[in-house]
């Protein structure tokens, strides 16, 4: 079974710093797709970020120059790093990966249980 595993959120003020990082773990033979998402109080989850397997990086316009995603395929981990940060920016942030693994002969889609960050002063 494949199991993704966020950490790095927190209460963080206006203006600061905060890195994201999802873990997958399981008999994993190889990732294809990461991306994050998030979702604010009373709204739809959003795509934020995403990464293809050679490295192309795509970004919603909300956080285009702010936000920075990367990956390591040898740990099997995305990362997410967050600079500038608004109140608007607060929400709970989901890990997605397209992953295929010894359970099924296609790419499946897994997500993280979530991680907060919170933007105030």
């Known amino acids: 079974q494949v199991q993704l595993v966020e950490s790095g959120g927190g209460l963080v003020q206006p203006g600061g710093s905060l890195r994201l990082s999802c873990a997958a773990s399981?008999?994993?033979?190889?990732?294809?797709?990461m991306a994050w998402y998030r979702q604010g109080p009373g709204k739809e989850r959003e795509w934020v970020a995403a990464?293809?397997?050679?490295?192309?990086?795509n970004y919603a316009d909300s956080v285009k120059g702010r936000f920075t995603i990367s990956r390591d395929d040898a740990k099997n981990t995305v990362s997410l790093q967050m600079n500038s940060l608004k109140p608007e920016d607060t929400a709970v942030y989901y890990c997605k990966a397209e992953v295929l693994s010894s359970r099924y002969s296609h790419y499946v889609n897994y997500w993280g249980q979530g991680t907060q960050v919170t933007v105030s002063s």
């Open positions: 990464i293809t397997s050679g490295g192309t990086t």
């Open positions: 399981g008999s994993i033979f190889s990732i294809n797709g």
